[in-house]
């Protein structure tokens, strides 16, 4: 089981390892269907709609074939200071070296 922190910069491709069958990260017996389907990934770019046509092609591949559960998890939560500034990124990356200290901050007053 991956967990969601392998969307790193939006892109699929740590959690998607294990589904190229010739490599030996992979626990799927060979199939060239899916090993197809990984190589087009790798072929299209990050938010085109053909990459998020063979990403949704992916999914519902090995949902079908019982490669993996996906289990949504829709709510990431942060709690930082308010006298600070922080805005998380929209991927598992959590770039707490980015929080600016506010004046109002205990450090700074």
Do not use: C
């Not at 922080?86 to 450090?107: C, D, F, N, T």
């Amino acid at each position: 089981m991956w967990g969601d922190d392998d969307w790193y910069y939006n892109h699929p491709w740590s959690a998607f390892l294990v589904y190229r069958t010739h490599s030996s990260w992979s626990t799927i017996f060979p199939d060239t269907r899916l090993d197809n389907y990984i190589d087009e990934m790798f072929k299209a770019s990050v938010n085109t709609p053909e990459f998020n046509a063979i990403t949704k092609d992916i999914m519902q591949y090995v949902y079908d074939n019982s490669y993996m559960l996906f289990v949504p998890a829709p709510n990431n939560v942060f709690a930082v200071n308010s006298h600070v500034e922080y805005s998380p990124y929209r991927m598992a990356s959590i770039p707490l070296w980015e929080i600016e200290v506010k004046p109002q901050h205990w450090s700074i007053r």
